[in-house]
């Protein structure tokens, strides 16, 4: 398992420097330095707070179900379980390892592995349920500017395309039939999943208050996510309708949460580009759309990995 982390890992390091490098190629002014001393400090703080607040409500929302099937760790503990998920979900294709890494993660504070199995299922169907919500506004977002949706959607699926090729000939040359899901961990899988669906019936039919609160955390969880590129506007000195430029982000949501490219890499990078050009000139946008992804994504990866080679250097010492 931890073999394809490491493959994941290098595959999004490569997405992003390339990605990166042709948004500077592109659009960086000569005048970067200025631009960045430029910003508005209040905004781009504000976009850093609600990074905090997204860490919380993805915090928030597993504790309170840990809690409900009698799991115990601190509340601390849990930014760490958020950031090594988010770590996970960034190397590994659609977002795959931040449903993974949480079973080690929670595994290492104790308790059985199949309780821990539902409260990341659980986490997972509350996040779910934000994309069916929010579905019919992100689909007159789309249908309401044509040409910019057909920039966005070519982007997107020209960047799939060539992923799932690149990730057919990687599999067939160099893992051919490895798994993220093998060994030790698919026979817990098995040897556990009864009890495993037992408890999740158990949850949603006693835990219901419990369901509620956590599905009102991941909505919060998610807007979050938006208003970070929401502040990071204001940042810039743009004046915005604070609820077009909410809806607008909805399509690319989607796009990086669902896309198979590891964390929505260059998916994130390159879509965003038609999405907020209609806010920025050509001179702040690169700039804007990096600043962006560090923000949202990427700086939380960062930390998220250095948290899960501590822990799996402790847990190898350990055993």
Request: net charge positive; proline share 3%.
């Amino acid at each position: 398992m931890y073999k394809n982390f490491l493959y994941g890992f290098c595959i999004t390091i490569i997405v992003i420097l390339t990605s990166f490098g042709y948004i500077i190629f592109k659009t960086f002014p000569p005048n970067f330095f200025q631009v960045l001393m430029g910003l508005n400090k209040k905004y781009l703080i504000s976009s850093f707070i609600f990074l905090i607040f997204y860490h919380t409500f993805d915090n928030l929302r597993l504790f309170f179900i840990a809690r409900s099937l009698n799991l115990r760790y601190p509340f601390l503990y849990g930014y760490l379980v958020s950031l090594v998920s988010t770590f996970g979900a960034t190397v590994t294709p659609a977002h795959l390892g931040g449903e993974v890494l949480p079973l080690y993660t929670l595994s290492r504070k104790g308790g059985e592995f199949y309780k821990i199995l539902t409260a990341v299922t659980i986490k997972g169907v509350s996040g779910t349920l934000f994309y069916v919500f929010f579905l019919p506004f992100t689909l007159h977002t789309l249908f309401k500017n044509p040409k910019q949706t057909k920039e966005f959607l070519v982007i997107v699926f020209l960047l799939i395309f060539l992923f799932v090729l690149g990730y057919l000939l990687w599999q067939k040359l160099v893992i051919k039939n490895e798994s993220l899901l093998k060994g030790k961990l698919r026979k817990k899988l098995k040897n556990t999943f009864l009890k495993y669906i037992a408890t999740c019936k158990q949850f949603i039919k006693k835990d219901k208050k419990v369901f509620l609160t956590v599905l009102i955390f991941s909505f919060l969880l998610y807007f979050s996510f938006i208003f970070i590129g929401i502040f990071l506007l204001k940042a810039f000195h743009v004046n915005i309708n604070w609820k077009e430029v909410y809806l607008n982000q909805l399509p690319l949501v989607y796009a990086i949460f669902m896309s198979p490219t590891p964390g929505g890499s260059g998916v994130g990078e390159l879509g965003a580009l038609p999405i907020f050009s209609s806010y920025l000139s050509e001179t702040y946008l690169g700039i804007f759309v990096i600043l962006w992804r560090i923000i949202s994504q990427y700086l939380s990866a960062f930390l998220g990995g250095i948290i899960f080679s501590i822990f799996l250097l402790k847990d190898l010492r350990k055993n």
